[in-house]
């Protein structure tokens, strides 16, 4: 799974969730990007454990400028 996000390290205890994924959004296979989850929480913030993520990096111009508009 892909996922565009905003993220913020929080402090927690070991075992629990300890990133903060802000208006997260998933890409699908054509590319296109929709809100994580929207269709069963109205939360533009969720937590997760870092240990569940496998790679961070910085999206290419196209998908943030494609990100920023489905945030606003």
């Known amino acids: ?35 994580w989850l929207s269709d069963l929480t109205d939360n533009t913030e969720m937590f997760m454990s870092s240990d569940k993520i496998l790679t961070l990096v910085d999206p290419n111009q196209k998908l943030l400028n494609a990100y920023v508009k489905i945030i606003q």
């Open 1 to 35: 799974m892909k996922i565009v996000s905003q993220i913020d390290e929080v402090l927690a205890d070991i075992g629990q969730p300890d990133c903060k994924l802000i208006n997260p959004c998933i890409i699908d296979n054509d590319g296109k990007l929709t809100k």
